[in-house]
């Protein structure tokens, strides 16, 4: 993994602040009992929150990479530099195509929520921590497609890490409203930082295709048998921003 991925995961958690305050702020600030916040509680439930999201990554990394095939690797590489391009359109709100990503997730949603409805009123940092594994898993086009971006990485931990600094973007206004800091949720909900990663996420996934496309047919080359010899293998190197460059 590259350094840019991680900047980008934490970014597309930052910008996403507004509408990770819409579905997950209540909860958030129903932590806050009495008008005495519960620092213990509020962690607790960001803490399963994030584990949630980066044992997600790490699953779906593992499965994408337990496929060991060049145009399978290829297609991934097309699909996280388009997914990056997506995401950065959703975060500026210039397309909200991702919203059909969370309707369809709505019908997973729901038996998660029934059962995580079960750790509230939370009463102890255990719940929190339980209800916040649950939250983690709500129809929100940006974690699903963050999901699916880090999942390009072909690896357990490479996209687990990736959607832990995803959920560590998410803090700062998650926080923010646990402990009634107004004016952090004011400077991240500012349209002037939206557009700014927005628009890097966008120069990044059109980077991605380009370096694809370059070598794509590079990396297809080589995973042809050679008379005489088994077809080499050909997993993926470094993160799902970064394209195959090398010549053999």
Same mark, same amino acid.
């Given at each position: 993994?590259?350094?840019?991925?991680?900047?980008?995961?934490?970014?597309?958690?930052?910008? !996403?602040?507004?509408?990770?305050?819409?579905?997950?702020? #209540?909860?958030?600030?129903?932590?806050?009992?009495?008008?005495?916040? =519960?620092?213990?509680?509020?962690?607790?439930?960001?803490?399963?929150?994030?584990?949630?999201?980066?044992?997600?990554?790490?699953?779906?990394?593992?499965?994408?990479?337990?496929?060991?095939?060049?145009?399978?690797?290829? #297609?991934?590489?097309?699909?996280?530099?388009?997914?990056?391009?997506?995401?950065?359109?959703?975060?500026?709100?210039?397309?909200?195509?991702? $919203?059909?990503?969370?309707?369809?997730?709505?019908?997973?949603?729901? /038996?998660? *929520?029934?059962? @995580?409805?079960?750790?509230?009123?939370?009463?102890?940092?255990?719940?929190?921590?339980?209800?916040?594994?649950?939250? !983690?898993?709500?129809?929100?086009?940006?974690?699903? @497609?963050?999901?699916?971006?880090?999942?390009?990485? *072909?690896?357990?931990?490479?996209?687990?890490?990736?959607?832990?600094?995803?959920?560590?973007? $998410?803090?700062?206004?998650?926080?923010?409203?646990?402990?009634?800091?107004?004016?952090? *949720?004011?400077?991240? =909900? =500012? =349209?002037?930082?939206?557009?700014?990663?927005?628009?890097?996420?966008?120069? @990044?996934?059109?980077?991605?295709?380009?370096?694809?496309?370059?070598?794509? !047919?590079?990396?297809?080359?080589?995973?042809? /048998?050679?008379?005489?010899?088994? /077809?080499?293998?050909?997993?993926?190197?470094? !993160? /799902?921003?970064?394209?195959? @460059?090398?010549? #053999?």
């Amino acid at each position: 993994m590259s350094p840019a991925d991680y900047v980008a995961a934490f970014g597309i958690g930052l910008a !996403g602040a507004g509408h990770c305050l819409g579905m997950c702020g #209540g909860i958030a600030a129903a932590l806050s009992l009495g008008g005495q916040t =519960r620092p213990s509680l509020t962690l607790a439930y960001h803490g399963g929150r994030i584990t949630s999201y980066g044992a997600l990554g790490a699953l779906l990394g593992f499965l994408a990479g337990s496929i060991n095939l060049a145009a399978w690797t290829l #297609g991934l590489r097309y699909l996280a530099g388009v997914l990056l391009i997506l995401m950065g359109l959703y975060i500026a709100d210039w397309w909200r195509g991702l $919203t059909l990503v969370e309707r369809a997730g709505a019908v997973l949603w729901r /038996p998660v *929520q029934r059962f @995580s409805s079960r750790f509230l009123p939370v009463t102890s940092p255990g719940q929190g921590f339980a209800l916040g594994l649950g939250w !983690g898993l709500m129809p929100c086009g940006l974690i699903y @497609s963050g999901l699916a971006w880090a999942a390009t990485a *072909q690896s357990a931990w490479g996209a687990g890490s990736l959607m832990l600094a995803f959920g560590a973007g $998410t803090l700062p206004a998650m926080l923010a409203t646990s402990f009634g800091a107004s004016g952090v *949720q004011s400077l991240l =909900r =500012r =349209r002037g930082l939206k557009v700014l990663i927005a628009l890097l996420l966008i120069a @990044s996934g059109i980077w991605t295709l380009y370096l694809v496309a370059s070598h794509g !047919g590079h990396l297809l080359q080589r995973s042809l /048998p050679v008379p005489g010899e088994a /077809p080499a293998s050909m997993p993926m190197q470094g !993160g /799902p921003m970064e394209g195959h @460059s090398h010549h #053999g």
